[in-house]
């Protein structure tokens, strides 16, 4: 068995800044992809950046240049740093990660419960 488990979100201003974690940890042999999605209320989740193992990065157009995806391998954390931040992204965060469990296995996909971001305007 696989946890994510997101911490880092809250209640922030408008312009400010929060970095989120995403711990992982049971049977994990590799972590490939990491990515970070969002949900807003009454709209569906959207995926906001992704991290490889190798550490190539994208971004959702909506987050490009204001937020930084990395990866801690040996701690098998992922953060999503974001600076700037807007009423807009207020929104539930999750985390998701493709995990090979065994030397043998695939890798299959893993969610979080999600941290609340709120930012006030």
């Known amino acids: 068995q696989v946890q994510l488990v997101e911490s880092g979100g809250g209640l922030v201003q408008a312009g400010g800044s929060l970095t989120l974690s995403c711990a992982a940890s049971?049977?994990?042999?590799?972590?490939?992809?990491m990515a970070w999605y969002r949900q807003a209320p009454g709209k569906q989740r959207e995926l906001v950046a992704t991290?490889?193992?190798?550490?190539?990065?994208n971004y959702a157009d909506s987050v490009k240049g204001r937020s930084t995806i990395s990866r801690d391998n040996a701690k098998k954390i992922g953060y999503l740093q974001m600076n700037s931040l807007k009423a807009e992204d207020t929104a539930v965060y999750y985390c998701?990660?493709?995990?090979?469990?065994?030397?043998?296995?695939?890798?299959?996909?893993?969610w979080g419960q999600g941290t609340q971001v709120t930012v006030s305007s």
């Open positions: 998701n990660s493709d995990v090979k469990s065994y030397r043998g296995s695939g890798y299959y996909g893993y």
């Open positions: 049971g049977s994990i042999f590799s972590i490939g992809t």
């Open positions: 991290i490889t193992s190798g550490g190539n990065t």
